[in-house]
């Protein structure tokens, strides 16, 4: 028997600051512990078999986690958008776009009640279902990011390279901040629908006071 469904949880509501901000220059945010199904791999997404292959095991698994928390508890929540932490030996290949040396972790957020097992059982049923390649490599994982920089993006992914150059090398020495975590970018536009000059993505910088072990 399909539980009562109570009120649907969406990130954009619960989380209005970082996942719905508004436009403007870089501002620190504080970013609590959240969790996210998660796939880790490296290479250009724009080239890469095995970005692709990410996201035909994370949507599947994302929407499947999503129906089975519905029915088996009663609690709907509305599929937060793709996210991604970029990390690579150095900071400025973001600037280069020196893409074939970036290591990603491509991420859907969750709600906080999911589960280890509630997410590996479902992983089991997708893999009874379509079993896409790698579906074995999604996880369940916890990230605090804590203090970071973020801007709301407007424009085509290829072209953020100003922008962080200037979160970079201006805006984060100018506040003694360094980084503290891998650069992590919020997709809140569907490319396939948006325009690219109109995409809308989020990027984030985790920091920390400059100091002397920094």
């Not at 796939?39 to 994302?62: I, M, R």
């Not at 020196?98 to 059982?121: E, N, R, Y």
């Not at 506040?175 to 503290?180: M, Q, S, Y």
Request: glycine share 8%; charged share 25%.
């Amino acid at each position: 028997m399909e539980k009562a469904v109570t009120d649907k949880f969406d990130f954009k509501k619960s989380y209005p600051e970082l996942y719905a901000p508004k436009s403007g220059d870089f501002a620190l945010v504080e970013v609590p512990a959240l969790q996210y199904l998660a796939y880790d791999g490296h290479g250009d997404p724009n080239t890469s078999k095995e970005y692709q292959g990410a996201l035909e095991c994370l949507y599947p698994t994302a929407y499947a986690v999503k129906f089975a928390s519905k029915k088996d508890l009663g609690r709907d929540f509305t599929v937060g958008p793709l996210e991604g932490l970029w990390r690579a030996a150095d900071m400025d290949a973001f600037i280069r776009g020196d893409k074939d040396s970036w290591d990603w972790t491509m991420l859907v957020a969750q709600p906080p009640w999911i589960t280890p097992g509630l997410v590996s059982d479902t992983v089991a049923a997708v893999a009874r279902k379509k079993n896409p390649p790698g579906l074995d490599r999604v996880r369940l994982v916890t990230i605090e990011e804590g203090t970071s920089a973020q801007i709301l993006y407007i424009g085509a992914y290829d072209a953020e390279g100003p922008v962080l150059e200037r979160l970079h090398h201006q805006w984060m020495p100018a506040h003694a901040l360094t980084f503290n975590g891998d650069h992590h970018e919020i997709y809140l536009s569907d490319p396939r629908r948006t325009a690219v000059h109109k995409l809308r993505t989020v990027l984030r910088q985790p920091v920390r006071p400059l100091g002397p072990s920094a």
